[in-house]
Every structure is written in structure tokens, then in C-alpha cells.
């Protein structure tokens, strides 16, 4: 059964800092979604990442796929407030239509 | 607006009784799946839908839940004899058409359920 973890599942951080959310998966897979989710809302879309090597930036995130080491990490460029919130990882495991995510990560970003 | 929208947002309950919950996925995806989070957790799939077809359910998906999608458009998800461990967010979400390079999944709102 496909496992997914992230680390850390708290991050609190200062404005400013640059930080990264790693994302452990237990079996080969080669598409990996990250989503955001804000206190009482839904999932927003933020990356997929479909090959070994896939790297995509948007603004202070990039995320990238180690699809070998089975690990994709979500880096944090110089946050601010406003990226405050929790970050999933979602893994297709092929074979099945369902994504199996992390438990999250909450990113807390401080003045 | 045309995003996935669910309805109701919230629904309090009591034990015992039953709910249903509608999902109204993006026009044109024929995928539609249903999942359950609760606190401080990750989404957990429930089941999915390609078109009018049920293809996949969870074992978490006990013989109280029951789901629907009877012309391809709108799901209901059902659950009978509600219990407290049910109350959780059930969210929907859907993908474009089967076949495609990936399963991107875009998900509603959610509804809360709170079972008394």
C-alpha cells in the first residue's frame, strides 16, 4: 500500500527565510501533485510534476520530483505572510485513479 | 463560476439520522471522486466515478455510505445511520477526460458534516 509522508508537519518561520517541505513516497510513481489549503476551504492546485527531474516555479514556490529517491521537495523563497497555510502532497500511484495524499504540512509565517 | 461546487456547505446532524450530500463537477469531466478529511489529515479517497460508472471504492467506504452519479453529471454521496466518527469534510473533486497525460483533480469546497 502506497505511503506518503511529509516533514516537517508544523513549520513556523519568519518572513524573509527560505525553507523546504519534503515529501516521501513508498512505491514508484511518477506524477506527484502539491496542493494548498487555507483554514475552512478546499484544495487549491499549485504543481504537478510528471517525469524524474521535473522542476516548476511559481512565484516564492518551486517544487521538484526525484521520481529514483521517491521524494519531491517544495522550496520557499523569501516568504511572506500571505503563503501561510497547509501544503499537501498527493501521489498517483498508477493503476488507480484515486490520489493517496500527506498529511500536510501547516506553514505558519510570522512578521 | 465554473468550478466544482458542493452543496450543502455544512450540515449538523444528529446519530442515527441519514444525509446526502450533491457534488457538481466542472462541465465536461467525466471523472468525479468523492473523498473524506477530517482534522488535521490529509484527504482520504472514497470512491470515484468515470461517467455514469462506479470503478473504485474504498474499503473506508462502509455499506452505510452509498454514492451515485446517475447521468454523468452531478454525484450524491449518502451515508445512512450516521455515526460521530462520520463527522468529517467531504470533498469532491474532478478530473478531464480518461486517457489524458495526468489526473489533475480540482476539488470543490467541501461540505462539513457534524454528527451530534
Known amino acids: 500500500e502506497l505511503k506518503v509522508e511529509q516533514n516537517p508537519l508544523f513549520l513556523s518561520m519568519q518572513e524573509g527565510k527560505n525553507y523546504t517541505i519534503y515529501c516521501n513516497y513508498s512505491t514508484t510513481s511518477d506524477r506527484l501533485y502539491w496542493y494548498r489549503q487555507d483554514p475552512g476551504k478546499s484544495l487549491e492546485s499549485l504543481f504537478v510534476?510528471?517525469?524524474?527531474?521535473a522542476v516548476k516555479q511559481e512565484g516564492r514556490l518551486m517544487a521538484s520530483l526525484d521520481t529514483k529517491a521517491r521524494l519531491s521537495t517544495l522550496h520557499i523563497t523569501a516568504a511572506v505572510h500571505d503563503l501561510s497555510a497547509t501544503y499537501f502532497c498527493?501521489?498517483?500511484?498508477?493503476?488507480?485513479?484515486?490520489?493517496?495524499f500527506g498529511k500536510g504540512t501547516k506553514l505558519t509565517v510570522n512578521p | 463560476d465554473t468550478g466544482v461546487s458542493q452543496d450543502p456547505r455544512h450540515k449538523i446532524t444528529k446519530r442515527g439520522q441519514n444525509v446526502t450530500f450533491r457534488c457538481d463537477p466542472i462541465?465536461?469531466?467525466?471523472?468525479l471522486y468523492w473523498y473524506r478529511q477530517t482534522l488535521g489529515q490529509g484527504p482520504e479517497f472514497l470512491t470515484y466515478f468515470q461517467n455514469e460508472a462506479q470503478l473504485e471504492k474504498s474499503r473506508l467506504l462502509s455499506d452505510r455510505f452509498s454514492a451515485e452519479r446517475p447521468k454523468g453529471s452531478f454525484s450524491t454521496l449518502e451515508i445512512q445511520r450516521t455515526e460521530q466518527g462520520d463527522s468529517a469534510m467531504y470533498l469532491c473533486a474532478s478530473s478531464p477526460l480518461a486517457g489524458g497525460l495526468y489526473n489533475e483533480q480540482f476539488f470543490g469546497p467541501g461540505t462539513r458534516l457534524t454528527v451530534l
Open positions: 498527493a501521489v498517483d500511484p498508477g493503476g488507480s485513479e484515486k490520489l493517496v
Open positions: 462541465s465536461e469531466h467525466n471523472r
Open positions: 510534476l510528471l517525469s524524474n527531474g
